[in-house]
Structure formats: C-alpha cells, structure tokens
C-alpha cells in the first residue's frame, strides 16, 4: 500500500532554511506599526535565530509561542491602552480596559500555544520568516 500522501508531501517539505514568505507590501501603501522595548527587540531576535539555526526547531516552539504573546501584549499596550493613557480617560477606565485586554491576552494565549505546539519545522520557520518581515 503506498504510504498516504499527507506523510509524502510533509516529507517533502521540510527546508534546509528559512521559508520565503511574500515581501511586505510596497512602502506606498498603508501601514501601521507599534513600538516596542529594545530588550524585546533583542530577545526575540535571539529566539528567531536559534529557532532558525536548530537542526530541530520544535525544540524552540515555546520560547516562539512566548515571543509572540509578548509582541502581542505589546501591541494591545500600544494599540488601545496608551491612546486611552494619553485621552487622560482616568484610572477606573484604565484599570478596565487593562483588565479585558488582560483577559483577551490570556485567552490568546491558550490558542497560541496550542496551535505552535502542534507545528512542524517548515511552519516554524515560516512565522519565524514572517516575524523578521513585520519588523523590517
């Protein structure tokens, strides 16, 4: 019986390196970004080299999945609560929307962790790809 074509194509798409993902979008169009702490710059870079250099990169799938619940907490910070920070909304509406967004990330998070824990080396290496696309 010939082994199931899920087994082969997975076989075979195993890289040597990093996944190509599509170039970002040409400057000319619209963006938007946030900014984020120089140490979390620095960790996650380290967390995408080594993930990129393991011969196994499921070893790293983790510290990915830690990587990219801080860049999404991060993001939240900056997205929602620093313009209600700079609106000067007062502290309860603060603390409130800290809390939901609080909620929201740990929810988040379950799912991510879950999702990443059940990648195989070629989708690692694509969101770790695609990660080095978003901060360029």
């Known amino acids: 019986m010939p082994p199931s074509s899920g087994q082969n194509s997975r076989q075979r798409a195993k890289p040597t390196a990093r996944q190509p993902v ?3 979008p040409p400057p000319d169009r619209p963006f938007l970004r946030f900014y984020h702490s ?3 710059r620095v960790r996650t870079l380290a967390v995408l080299t080594a993930l990129e250099q393991s011969p ?4 790293h799938r983790d510290a ?30 603060e603390q ?7 909620g929201v990330v740990r ?21 770790c790809s695609h990660i080095r696309d978003l901060m360029e």
């Open 64 to 93: 990915l999945a830690g990587i990219v619940l801080e860049l999404t907490g991060s993001g939240m910070q900056y997205y929602y609560l620093r313009p209600l920070q700079l609106a000067q909304v007062g502290s309860v509406i």
């Open 107 to 127: 929810v988040m998070a379950f799912v991510i962790r879950r999702v990443m824990g059940k990648m195989d080396q070629p989708q690692l290496l694509t969101v």
């Open 22 to 24: 599509e170039p970002s």
């Open 38 to 40: 120089d140490d979390l």
């Open 96 to 102: 409130s929307a800290q809390l939901g967004i609080g």
């Open 56 to 59: 196994d990169a499921a070893q």
